[in-house]
């Protein structure tokens, strides 16, 4: 059974930092599309960094350019989360997540996904 868990979720004021972290069990990182995505309340879901073994790309969503940055540990089959200069409107729940690409197509509705944790940043 596959199972992600995060954690390093927190409050923090802006321009803060916090390291997420995603450990993985009956699953190893580095074969499929993995990543973190978030939920604000009232918002849909979006994507908000990923690694994409395929191909070798890293992405980010243009909200976080030059602030987070998504990295893993083999050694550990763990993925992390970089966040540094925090906005209040990263608040959200995190999410961790993986092998929701396949075949040149994105499915949020497959894949493995942690339960979140959750990030509030005041101003």
């Known amino acids: 059974q596959v199972r992600l868990v995060e954690s390093g979720g927190g409050s923090v004021q802006a321009g803060g930092s916090l390291r997420l972290s995603c450990s993985a069990s009956?699953?190893?990182?580095?074969?499929?599309?993995m990543g973190w995505f978030r939920q604000a309340p009232g918002k849909e879901r979006e994507g908000v960094a990923a690694i994409y073994p395929g191909t070798g790309s890293i992405v980010y969503d243009d909200s976080v350019k030059g602030r987070f940055t998504i990295s893993q540990d083999n050694a550990n089959n763990a993925l992390y989360l970089q966040m540094n200069s925090l906005k209040p409107e990263d608040t959200a729940m995190y999410y961790c997540a993986a092998a929701w690409y396949k075949g040149g197509v994105a499915n949020l509705d497959s894949g493995y996904w942690g339960q979140g944790t959750q990030v509030t940043v005041s101003s």
């Open positions: 009956g699953y190893t990182f580095n074969r499929d599309s």
